[in-house]
């Protein structure tokens, strides 16, 4: 199971109450009473895991340790410890306090996203020569508070987009180690499934149906995936009564979401092609190449088909390393 949009609460520590105490050594006088130590942070960290929003599902309050109370003696209290919650690279940290949104993208990458409050003053700090024994102390200051969403964008090298059924698990099984639920019927895959060819990462994006830029369906939350592809495999099924309409139902709601996913390099399959007579499929592909020129059959039972499927990925390979 992947969770890819969370909201949770982030509660940073409270600093610690300054201290009244005097100083209880023969001979000596005056306040001792000290400071109290500032409050944990919260901090946002990437990581390499796409299932780390997995682990922040059964709490919806996270907060870090507040600070110590100032001790006597001079002794200030002890800073409370930082929170890190880890995210995968590519989720954005939406504030929706502040409106500020930031994005993770590097492994390791980290920034603060709740200050702790800093500890208050003992007495000894409020000492002057009218006021030698000085009862005043302050309280810790209260940490900051946010309520932040956590929208993971999937990065991948190679996005798997259609409509529906249009075979794009099975494409992904037969490639990767993934294991994308298969069935003939719509809406198989409720969620992004990965998997990873060598050294590129593919996504099964699920099925993008006619609405989805206006959130008919699961709308946007299929679409905003594919921002993060690089590269686009549109499958059409050869089954479809339709084709030329499915290309520009898919096409239509991209440009709908973000018009800059149009410009995006696009490889047109035309899948299950071993489910029409062969003068069928010429047609299909004779009116598709007029929308894209890259168009290929396939069927994951045809050899060859898949061979020019992996010839395409390792193409795309070379050109990743050399970048």
């Known amino acids: 199971m992947l969770i890819d949009d969370i909201t949770i609460r982030i509660v940073a520590g409270d600093g610690g109450d300054g201290t009244v105490s005097f100083n209880n050594n023969m001979m000596s006088l005056g306040p001792t009473g000290a400071t109290g130590g ?18 922040l599902r059964h709490s919806k309050v996270f907060k870090a340790e507040n600070g110590g109370v100032g001790g006597r003696q001079f002794n200030d209290g002890k800073t409370g410890d930082d929170l890190t919650i880890q995210v995968p690279v590519g989720t954005v940290v939406h504030n929706l306090d502040t409106k500020i949104d930031k994005e993770i993208t590097k492994i390791g990458e980290r920034f603060m996203v709740a200050q702790g409050g800093r500890g208050g003053k003992g007495n000894y700090h409020f000492r002057s020569s009218t006021n030698t024994s000085p009862k005043q102390f302050q309280k810790g200051e209260i940490g900051e508070k946010y309520t ?113 996913l149009l410009k995006k390099k696009e490889y047109l399959f035309i899948s299950k092609s071993d489910m029409i007579e062969p003068t069928e499929l010429k047609k ?40």
């Open 38 to 55: 500032t409050g944990g942070q919260v901090f946002v960290e990437g990581v390499a895991d796409l299932g780390a929003l997995l682990r």
């Open 148 to 260: 932040i969403r956590l929208e993971l964008k999937l990065i991948a090298d190679v996005g798997l987009i259609g409509l529906p059924n249009a075979g794009k698990s099975s494409l992904l099984n037969e490639l990767t180690r993934a294991k994308s639920k298969v069935a003939n019927y719509a809406f198989t895959t409720l969620e992004p499934h990965l998997g990873v060819y060598y050294d590129l990462i593919l996504a099964d994006v699920p099925g993008i149906i006619e609405g989805a830029s206006d959130g008919k369906g699961l709308g946007v939350k299929f679409l905003r995936h594919v921002e993060r592809t690089n590269t686009l495999f549109h499958l059409l099924s050869a089954e479809s009564t339709d084709p030329i309409s499915d290309y520009s139902i898919i096409r239509k709601e991209l440009g709908a979401y973000n018009p800059t």
């Open 284 to 323: 299909v592909i004779t009116k598709l190449k007029k929308k894209n020129p890259s168009v290929t059959p396939l069927s994951i039972h045809d050899t060859e088909s898949l061979e020019r499927v992996k010839k395409i990925l390792n193409t795309i390979t070379k050109q990743k390393t050399a970048d």
